[in-house]
């Protein structure tokens, strides 16, 4: 039975057969032809033989492994690798076929290489999950023939490997990476030039030319007979909080990912910079409830905590209370702090709905709305129009566009502080933002 499972035929084969065949007809004409053909197909059943001993002599003539990282990164070009070692001491064909898991709906998945004895292979791949949760790879199916390309044996390797897809970690990297060395403009965010001083004092030192001025401290310069300053240091420790909607509105998606996954990708790469920062970071999740709260910490290890609690958001996708999310905020948080909302407004009079409570957060913290542009509105409206039907179109994309910019105007004239991005700018325009509240000292 084991034998039969893991025996085939090659489409090679099927060639010879279709030869014979030929030479079987032509002898109908031509009768020399009549002994060839039986001869031939003496000599196919021993090579069909031969090659069905030389490829099931050696137990283990193939080995195949697939390397999985231990987590995935959702929303991201994933690579994986696929290692197999040749033993046969012939030329092998090889087919190789990986059972991806269901969520890709890849059934034709292969890859054909050829090995000589003892020769190392690897073949590297790419996938992109859109979805959190786990993901089960099936067998690692390798195919291999000899030179004769009669038969082929199957080899099975690695049966149902789990490994999960949580929030990017990519993304988050590239970020890390780029908080670190203070390379964040190269990436695409702005420098932002401070302003001001904060009021975190750090200790009283000497005047040297180039200080400001204003800084002086004349009580510690009369003491000391020279000119003293007092010198500060940027606020650390501050406070900062991703509120993530899991309503209806966050369920559109953009490049087959979900507004929401957009806004919990973005989450935990803000939060890493954040903590690299020296400043606190914490996680709100609601929609009729509130399904998260993790409160504000500066450990570099709490990122961990955010990490496990965004991989585990699930939603109905019902529609949010931001009566609750505002009561939530006023009984758990208590110093004044950096609130990150991500939603989705469509029309103007949903933002009106929700305006008091708003209006209410923002009285005590530094409220950022982060809402997101239509980017299928924004691809219609710049297609020329060439007909009637399509103006219709193009007139109506252009209103909802509109709505958008109206609604980003009204939370600046009522002091809360607004986002208005593509999905794919998420990340980047959320963290220059925080620079830009941090450089400004408005928290």
Known sequence: ???????????????????????????????????????????????????????????????????????LSNGDNNTLAIKLTCKYPFRTGIVLIDELPVQFQKRDFSHQVYLRKGENYTFDYAIRPVERGEYVFGNLNVYASSPLQIVKRRFTFQRDQMVPVYPSII?????????????????????????????????????????????????????????????????????????????????????????????????????????????????????????????????????????????????EFTDSDFGLLYAHIKRKINQRSLLLLYTNFEHISALRRQMPYLLAIAKKHVLVVVFFENTELENLISTDAEDL??????????????????????????????????????TINTINKYLEIKARGLL
């Open 1 to 71: 039975m084991k034998f039969l499972k893991s025996f085939y035929i090659h489409n090679q084969f099927f060639r010879y057969i279709a030869v014979l065949a030929a030479v079987f007809i032509l002898s109908y004409w031509f009768a020399i032809l009549y002994p060839i053909a039986w001869l031939l197909v003496f000599i196919l059943i021993t090579l069909f033989l031969l090659d069905t001993y030389v490829l099931y002599a050696s137990s283990n003539g193939i080995f195949g492994e697939r390397e999985l990282p231990q987590k």
């Open 389 to 426: 039907q399509t103006i219709y179109h193009k007139t109506i994309a252009e209103k909802f566009s509109l709505e958008k910019k109206l609604m980003q105007k009204e939370l600046q004239q009522y002091g809360i502080q607004t986002i208005l991005t593509k999905p794919e700018r998420l």
């Open 171 to 315: 993304q988050m990297q590239q970020y890390d990476f780029l908080a670190v060395h203070n390379k964040l403009s190269e990436f695409g965010l702005k420098k932002i030039r401070r302003i001001g001083h904060t009021q975190e004092f750090e200790q009283i030192k000497e005047y040297i030319k180039g200080d400001d001025i204003r800084t002086i401290n004349w009580k510690a310069t009369a003491k000391k007979n020279q000119l003293m300053v007092n010198q500060y240091q940027d606020e650390k420790s501050q406070p900062i909080y991703s509120l993530i909607d899991t309503g209806r509105v966050m369920k559109m998606p953009f490049n087959n990912l979900k507004l929401l996954d957009y806004a919990i990708n973005s989450a935990l790469a803000f939060s890493n910079v954040t903590l690299k920062r020296n400043d606190k970071t914490g996680l709100v999740t609601f929609s009729k409830n509130i399904e998260t709260f993790v409160p504000a910490v500066q450990k570099l290890t709490h990122l961990n905590t955010i990490l496990e609690k965004l991989y585990n958001v699930n939603t």
